[in-house]
């Protein structure tokens, strides 16, 4: 069947912004990765305790690629407020939060050669230097009464101060030997060698305009906290009295690279032995989060042990008794962020939901659940009296900032920070599709027609194939994998959500495990044939389809499993060899829990799915990219593809990354990928 997507609230407040129509612009063009990369951007937004202020951070970048950020200040009691700008100082400030009487505000800026601690006054003059450390700040959270500050910082864990710390990171620096020494896994992270330093956490004191007596609470830690690589302050919090800090952390352990046990301790703020608060949950617990009478502990907890994408469950920590409870245990989707509502009672939480990251609104006694918004992939900010703001973006939005009723009426925009350049851009209109996949299942995906499409015509397919693979393309808008970059160079783009996707309930994430290569093929054929079969513009017999990470693995089993599907292929940092993938890759749980086990325990399982054993039928053209810093999936497995096409004869060619990771971040790189990736599509399927 097809799903008609109506016109979403949003696009009603771009209509009102004067965005959702494009007639006041000349002539807008297709979208190019030139235009992407020059995109502004907003972070680090906060509210002000009272909800009247509204400050964030905008990256803006000029037509000739010089970017540049300050802060801005929004005043949400005006209704057509215009935001004024804070700061012009070089670098960017981040981390931004109000103090106690809202009458000034704390960033993290590198204004003096290394990231500290500042505070600016809201009522005119400069910013002051608040902190003066000898190491970087790298994220801070302040206590409720404004009165101390949790810092993290990365230290070594045998020193006892941060001067030792620091001569140790200068003594690494100016060694004259290169070799790494190590006892034990992990050896390396994402694209990191391990160093031997930590995240570790102090509290100091802010006394007047100054930071005083920094203490080390997670002294001989030697685990990080917060957890490496994407995890930040979310997992970090004061109790409301301020008494204690709560953290998330892996236990120190032998097992760092093969489990996903991350608990939640309490420290004194004066630092001493931990507590673990959740021992008995042998899976990951996150982002303890208090109400604001100390009376519960909101958190989210796996079940699972080495599942890193099991669902996330509510729980509810009664900090009287002790005692936790599931909130909401029949709802069958995972949080990606809560927080408490004024009333102590309720929680606002963001989930993937149906191809959108949707806003919820959950009753902590009885377990109901309620959609407050739900087009788009949207952020919770703050929660200001009964209003909710937050940033969304959609498949035609790069992201601004909103603000909804409680009830999920009124929504309004409250900036417009891309105006000008999306006016110069013409986007390809996009609809979600659903068909029955494996086991005649409801499998969901987007189309999206070419910027210039005309009636009658027949246009090449883009396949766009997620990673993760427990991930979903759904409607946002991405830096990276952008699909209506595909739509600008003249596709039509389809993304289909494969079992195994998120946001369809934890058993359709699960049906991927032990089975990569069964139903997610026969989502991505039945998939192709059946939009096509709903869209006649469609042409599926002139396709390409791409992916990255397990994406790009999928590419590697469509060329020995479905190699008459495509005109041609793009692997990006895909997976070929099981067997060396499994002794190569860093986080060991991972291999682990998808293919059952070791390599040694389920050899049969990581065999039967591993792309190697089917080269004999390989045969389309294919372009294979990856990153020399990809330690997730090491750029052996990218060169062993290519190499086997290249002494087959196999049409193919190689794009290697010395300065990238899994993914690809700088923007000229970016610009060269888009470039390789349209001349190799277009060289097969525009002949």
Not at 127 to 142: E, M, T, W
Not at 381 to 399: N, R
Not at 417 to 424: P, S
Request: with cysteine; charged share 20%.
């Amino acid at each position: 069947m097809d799903i008609t997507m109506k016109i979403a609230p949003l696009l009603l407040a771009l209509g009102a912004a004067g965005l959702a129509c494009c007639a006041h612009a000349a002539d807008p063009k297709p979208f190019t990765v030139q235009q992407l990369v020059k995109l502004n951007k907003l972070h680090s937004a906060v509210v002000s305790h009272d909800g009247t202020k509204l400050v964030y951070g905008l990256k803006t970048v000029n037509d000739k690629g010089e970017a540049s950020s300050d802060l801005y200040l929004l005043d949400l009691t005006q209704a057509d407020a215009k935001p004024l700008q804070l700061t012009s100082a070089a670098g960017t400030e981040h981390d931004i939060s109000f103090a106690n009487d809202d009458k000034s505000i704390y960033f993290l800026a590198s204004r003096s050669g290394s990231s500290q601690l500042f505070q600016l006054p809201l009522t005119g003059g400069e910013a002051q230097q608040v902190s003066d450390l000898p190491l970087d700040i790298d994220g801070y959270k302040l206590s409720n009464d404004g009165k101390q500050i949790v810092l993290s910082m990365r230290v070594f864990p045998e020193c006892k101060d941060l001067a030792c710390s620091k001569d140790k990171f200068k003594a690494e620096e100016e060694r004259k030997s290169t070799g790494r020494e190590y006892k034990q896994l992990m050896v390396r992270h994402w694209d990191t060698w391990e160093d031997h330093a930590r995240n570790h956490l102090f509290v100091g004191t802010l006394n007047g305009e100054k930071l005083t007596k920094v203490v080390d609470i997670t002294q001989g830690l030697d685990t990080e906290t917060p957890p490496k690589p994407f995890s930040g302050m979310e997992e970090v919090t004061f109790t409301p009295d301020g008494q204690y800090v709560v953290y998330s952390a892996k236990a120190p352990s032998k097992d760092q690279a093969w489990t996903t046990n991350y608990d939640l301790w309490q420290v004194s703020v004066n630092g001493g032995k931990a507590t673990n608060l959740t021992a008995d949950n042998i899976a990951w617990d996150a982002q303890p989060t208090f109400s604001s009478d100390g009376r519960y502990m909101a958190y989210l907890a796996m079940t699972k042990p080495g599942f890193e994408a099991d669902r996330y469950r509510i729980m509810l920590r009664d900090t009287s008794t002790g005692q936790s409870k599931e909130v909401a245990p029949l709802w069958d989707r995972s949080p990606s962020s809560l927080m408490f509502a004024p009333d102590n009672r309720t929680l606002y939480v963001t989930a993937q939901d149906i191809g959108q990251v949707s806003i919820f609104k959950v009753n902590t006694q009885f377990g109901d659940v309620q959609s407050v918004y739900s087009d788009g992939s949207n952020s919770l900010i703050a929660i200001a009296d009964d209003q909710l703001i937050f940033d969304s973006k959609t498949l035609v939005e790069p992201g601004d900032l909103y603000r909804i009723n409680t009830d999920g009426q009124g929504l309004k925009r409250l900036t417009e920070v891309n105006k000008d350049k999306l006016a110069e851009i013409k986007f390809g209109e996009f609809q979600q599709f659903s068909f029955k996949g494996w086991n005649n299942e409801d499998v969901y995906g987007y189309w999206i027609k070419p910027a210039n499409y005309q009636e009658g015509k027949k246009y090449p397919i883009a396949y766009l194939v997620h990673g993760g693979p427990q991930g979903s393309f759904g409607n946002g808008f991405s830096g990276r994998w952008n699909a209506q970059l595909w739509a600008g160079a003249g596709y039509g783009v389809v993304m289909v959500d494969f079992h195994g996707s998120t946001g369809y309930g934890q058993a359709f994430t699960d049906s991927i495990s032990q089975d990569w290569g069964g139903k997610p093929l026969e989502d991505l054929q039945k998939g192709l044939a059946a939009v096509s079969q709903q869209q006649k513009w469609l042409d599926p017999q002139n396709a390409c389809a791409l992916g990255g990470s397990y994406g790009g693995y999928m590419m590697n089993w469509i060329q020995g499993n479905w190699n008459d599907g495509f005109k041609c292929l793009v692997n990006h940092a895909g997976l070929f060899d099981m067997r060396s993938m499994y002794y190569v890759t860093e986080e060991v749980w991972f291999p682990e829990h998808e293919f059952g086990g070791t390599y040694q325990d389920n050899k049969a399982l990581y065999e039967k799915f591993n792309p190697v054993n089917y080269v004999e039928n390989w045969k389309t053209p294919m372009l294979v990219i990856h990153g020399e810093k990809d330690f997730r999936v090491p750029y052996g497995q990218g060169l062993a593809a290519f190499s086997f096409m290249q002494r087959k004869g196999i049409p193919s060619e190689l794009l290697i990354y010395p300065d990238e990771n899994h993914w690809i971040l700088k923007p000229e790189n970016l610009e060269q990928w888009y470039a390789n990736v349209f001349r190799w599509m277009d060289s097969w399927t525009k002949k």
